[in-house]
Structures are given as structure tokens and as C-alpha cells.
């Protein structure tokens, strides 16, 4: 079931467990529905799946539900493995588990313990994830496991990405049955998000591969920290991909998320470069990485190495997990921000987590009409006929049917 919380205090998801409870590891998302409505709560697995209490296969689950080989590590002497998934490059002695908490060596094998074990299973607008230039309007199965190959103090969804497999409730879903349920919902895309999808790589590729047979759109949500093997892999599957760029010094990256900013920069122009749709997301923190020169210097890159019409979206901070003690990002600061990307000549711009601000709309770079009106995450007018602009014809980037 899903329940939300007082109108003064965040949206709560809790997921009830197989006896009927709330468990004691559960799922927040602070965002803006109360403004945006209420009547967008996500659907928990429970009422998605239409679980039925005599399927155990089909129930919460806490604990290690199944495992899967990865194709992504290199064996090295005395039983450890190398995994070569990202660019941590963990080296895992047998019985240990690499830095994101869900792959493990098994008798000199690395194994993925989360592959089909969903611990967040929604159906949400696609505009809840940032895509703005991906099907607007229309909704997305949203899913995810625990673990992450980072570890942000800002984490929205620290709930999740810094657990254990064994320490949430997640169901057992096979690729095949997350697709053919996303149809009957009608989703038009599928969305890993939530904690970070690299983590749950194999999982991912395997549903991916069933929905774009089955005409569904394959959209991630990623921090970009993936080596290039596997991203070129994933790559022939996805269709679009939003990159949390949270910062644009190594500094930033090594003391607030434990991770690395040039990878990051790499799987940006890879995914470019495989002509996957990208759009960027920065969330401005307070002191950590709202100086102007260095976001100009962002700005800059991103027109260089991406294009001018790659979507930039800078996202409020609100006081969260390990920085609850700094403000919120003013307003005047998102604004400066995004008046310095239109200025460095980045054409599409918007402003996140401030509902009702203009940022959220999508205006032509010609013309400079909106062409895209949003209230929060619902559509109000589109103005995009066959890929252009209806008013003077300039081509808009984005996936559009």
C-alpha cells in the first residue's frame, strides 16, 4: 500500500511486508507532490503486481532472494576477483563483497545478489525522474534494489542505496513479468532509478532487452560512475539517460560521494557519442558547489563536449542524511545559475524542486515561446509537432513519440 505522510512533513512510501507490517527499512521520496498532487502517489509492488498471498515468489522478501554470474571481473591469485564494472575496480576476497554491497565472490565468481529482487517498484510520470524531453506526460515503471557505488551525503534515497540486499523487503520479478506489467499499466518506458542502476547492471540489461521488444523506451537515472564495456553493452538497450553531474571538481566528488567527477565526464561523451538521449542534472549544495566560476566552467564543458541543447537541470538542495545541519539553495541562486548556462549558450535550462517557477517550462531558443508548460509533474500545453517547434519549426532534441 501506499501512504503519505502529514501535508507538513515528506511523502513517505512504505511497502508492507509479507505479514501485512510495515518493516522496519523503509522508503521515502521528497519531492513536491504535495503540490504537484496527490493523485500521482506511486503504486507499491503490493497493488502493481496484484501479489497474491498464496506465491511466495510474489511476496516481500527480506533477505537474499536470488543471485546471478557477472560477466564484468578478472580472477587474480589467492581466490580474489577484480570487479570491472565501474571504476572502483573493487578487489573482493572470496566470502567479501565489493564497495556497493550487492556483488559478492563466491568460490572465485563475482555474483550480483539483487538481480530480480526490486525493493522500489512505482509507476510515476516520467518528469518525476527529470526527463523533460522524453515522452512528456506519459508514465514510467520506476524500479530499483538496494546498494550503490557511491556513497553522496545528500542522498535523497540513502534509505536504499546505503543498505544491504538482506537488509530490505524486496519482491522476485523476472524481467519478462516487470514488462508485461508495465504494458498492462501503461507505462511507456521503464526507468532505473532510485538508488544507482549500475549496481543492479544485470538485472537492468535483462528487462531492458524485453521492453524494447515489447516497444517500450529504456530511461536511467545514473550517477555515470560505469566503466565503458558495460556502458557500451547497456547502450544497446537505452534509449535515454539522465546523469546526475554533482559537482564539476574531483574535490567535490572524493569528500561528498566517495567517487570520482572525470568517469563521470567520460560516460557523458559515450553516451553522446552512441547517440543516446542525455540530459543532465545538478543539484546546487550550499557552499559545496554553487560557485559561479566553477559552474560556468561546467557550462562551458557541457556546450563543448555534449552540445548547446543538452537539457540542464539545477535542482534545489533541501537539508537531507548527512548535511541536515546546511540550508536549502536560495532561489536566487538556481536563478543565477541558470541565467550563467543561457549566458555560456546552453539553449535548454531548467530549475528543479522549486514548483511553479518558469524553470520548469520548456521554452523554444528561437522563438523563445513555451513549448512545453508544466504544473509540477502534470502537462499543461505542448506546443512540439513532429519533433519541432509548432510556432517557428526549430527542431527540439528529445524522444517525442
Not at 343 to 361: I, T
Amino acid at each position: 500500500m501506499c501512504k503519505s505522510s502529514p501535508d507538513d512533513s515528506p511523502l513517505v512510501y512504505k511497502t508492507l511486508n509479507r505479514n501485512g507490517d510495515f518493516p522496519e527499512s523503509y522508503l521515502t521520496k521528497r519531492e513536491f507532490l504535495k503540490f504537484c498532487g496527490k493523485s500521482l502517489c506511486a503504486l507499491c509492488a503490493t497493488q502493481l503486481f496484484g501479489f497474491l498471498d498464496t506465491s511466495r515468489a510474489q511476496m516481500a522478501q527480506k533477505g537474499l532472494i536470488k543471485t546471478k554470474l557477472s560477466p564484468y571481473y578478472t580472477s587474480l591469485n589467492g581466490g580474489e576477483i577484480k570487479c570491472e564494472l565501474c571504476p572502483k575496480y573493487c578487489r573482493i576476497a572470496d566470502g567479501k563483497r565489493g564497495f556497493c554491497r550487492v556483488r559478492e565472490n563466491l568460490g572465485g565468481k563475482l555474483y550480483s545478489l539483487v538481480y530480480g529482487n526490486p525493493c522500489v517498484i512505482h509507476l510515476d510520470p516520467i518528469e518525476k525522474e527529470s526527463f523533460f524531453h522524453v515522452l512528456p506526460g506519459t508514465a514510467s515503471l520506476t524500479l530499483s534494489t538496494a546498494g550503490c557505488n557511491f556513497q553522496c551525503k545528500f542522498c535523497e534515497n540513502w534509505e536504499i542505496s546505503q543498505a544491504s540486499p538482506e537488509d530490505l523487503y524486496s519482491y522476485e520479478i523476472p524481467p519478462a513479468n516487470v514488462v508485461q506489467k508495465a504494458k498492462e499499466m501503461g507505462a511507456q518506458s521503464i526507468a532505473y532509478t532510485y538508488a544507482e542502476p549500475t549496481i543492479f547492471y544485470e538485472y537492468m540489461v535483462d528487462v531492458a532487452s524485453f521492453a524494447k521488444k515489447a516497444g517500450l523506451l529504456n530511461v536511467i537515472h545514473s550517477n555515470g560512475f560505469i566503466n565503458p564495456p558495460p556502458l557500451k553493452n547497456l547502450c544497446t538497450v537505452l534509449d535515454a539517460a539522465q546523469i546526475d553531474l554533482k559537482g564539476f571538481t574531483e574535490n567535490f566528488y572524493h569528500e561528498l560521494s566517495s567517487g570520482e567527477l572525470t568517469p563521470v565526464l567520460d560516460t557523458l561523451k559515450t553516451l553522446k557519442q552512441e547517440r543516446i538521449h542525455v540530459e543532465i542534472t545538478n543539484l546546487i549544495i550550499p557552499t559545496k558547489n554553487d560557485d559561479m566560476s566553477t559552474l560556468r566552467e561546467m557550462c562551458l564543458w557541457v556546450k563543448r563536449e555534449l552540445s548547446a541543447d543538452t537539457p540542464i537541470h539545477f535542482s534545489r538542495f533541501y537539508p537531507l542524511h548527512k548535511l541536515k545541519k546546511l540550508p536549502s539553495t536560495p532561489i536566487s541562486t538556481l536563478e543565477k545559475a541558470r541565467a550563467l548556462a543561457f549566458s555560456s549558450g546552453l539553449e535548454y535550462v531548467y530549475v528543479g524542486k522549486v514548483p511553479g517557477h518558469e524553470g520548469w517550462n520548456t521554452f523554444c531558443p528561437t522563438c523563445k515561446n513555451i513549448i512545453i508548460q508544466r504544473t509540477g509533474y502534470m502537462i499543461e500545453q505542448i506546443h512540439i509537432k513532429d519533433g519541432k517547434c509548432s510556432y517557428c519549426g526549430r527542431p527540439i532534441p528529445g524522444i517525442w513519440t
